[in-house]
């Protein structure tokens, strides 16, 4: 079975055609500025965060939440269990 949209019954009325022609063009043109005022958004809010960063950086301030202490780089940190042969491994 196939589905068969009905026909499109455009208007003989030029007055009618050119302002559907108008409304269309109309509701694309508000398109275009919303995104271009999202993309704008998005941009001056991403170089804010990245000048904040920046700014942090260079003040010596630590970013992320790990890095408050200096890490020594030869230490290699984890969770690890002791496996002793003979005796059943139990994961958590």
Known sequence: MRFVFPPIR???????????LVLG?????????????V???LFVGGLAFFAVR?????RG??????ASAPKDPDVLEGE????RQGQP???H
């Open 10 to 20: 455009r208007s003989r009325n030029p007055l009618v055609r050119a302002l559907s």
């Open 25 to 37: 063009l109309a509701a694309v043109g508000v398109l275009l500025v919303f995104g271009v005022v």
């Open 39 to 41: 993309i704008g958004v």
């Open 54 to 58: 920046q700014w942090k950086l260079a």
């Open 61 to 66: 301030r630590p970013v992320g939440a790990q």
């Open 80 to 83: 690890f269990v002791v496996i």
């Open 89 to 91: 491994v139990h994961h």
